[in-house]
């Protein structure tokens, strides 16, 4: 099958398409290819800040953090690469051995962020994030790298989601506990300086 964004496949057809091209970075949108496009370098450094803070304070036996990689399969028309997630580690035990099938979880996500970036920022508000809203993903951060806010967005009992916007100081996520990400630290990353 030759790739081509906009075109219209089945759940089948992606998953031999994102398979066999895998640098292609493909998601399916409401049944149809769309490919994830390069980004900043600010982007690109926000999140793997991110996924290394996420990593360096979780315990790798029981979560898994994914930095733009693997994907969040939330119906057979819908799967998305976050730009950061993070899971049970036992969502990949099941599959790590298995070098047939693409790396797609439809399990609720403990932490699902994703990058507001130039190209994709629309796209996100208006297709990924109720999607994880929708499927239940616990916690959902928007980052804007620009303007240095996060809109977060927390799973209630009922189902619903609370929003709250973050312009500094230390985001603690609900489902992972002992995690703390400090936004000056995100924002800046290495140039930041201690407070005091």
């Known amino acids: 099958m030759q790739a081509r964004a906009g075109a219209r496949v ?33 982007h690109n450094r926000i999140a793997w800040l991110l996924g290394v803070a996420l990593t360096n304070q979780l315990d790798v036996r029981i979560f898994d953090v994914r ?5 969040a399969r939330r119906t057979p ?13 036992e969502y990949a035990d099941r599959i790590d051995e298995r070098e047939d099938i693409l790396e797609a979880y439809d399990e609720p996500l403990l932490l ?22 929708r499927w239940g993903d616990r916690e959902i951060w928007l980052i804007h790298p620009y303007e240095r806010w996060v809109r977060a967005w927390r799973l209630q009992p009922d189902g619903s ?12 996520p609900v489902a992972l506990p002992g995690v703390a990400i400090d936004l000056a630290h995100l924002f800046q990353g290495w140039r930041a300086r201690p407070d005091g």
Do not use: C
């Open 10 to 42: 089945s759940e089948a057809e992606y998953l031999r398409l994102a398979l066999d091209d895998p640098r292609g970075k493909w998601e399916l949108a409401d049944g149809e290819l769309r490919q994830k496009p390069a980004m900043t370098a600010r």
């Open 161 to 172: 989601h609370t929003e709250t916007v973050h312009t500094g100081g230390v985001l603690e």
């Open 77 to 89: 028309r819908n799967f998305f690469i976050p730009d950061v997630m993070v899971f049970p580690a």
């Open 67 to 71: 930095i733009d990689a693997g994907h």
């Open 112 to 133: 699902v962020a994703e990058v507001w970036s130039r190209s994709t920022g629309t796209y996100d508000v208006q297709t990924k994030l109720p999607e994880y809203q």
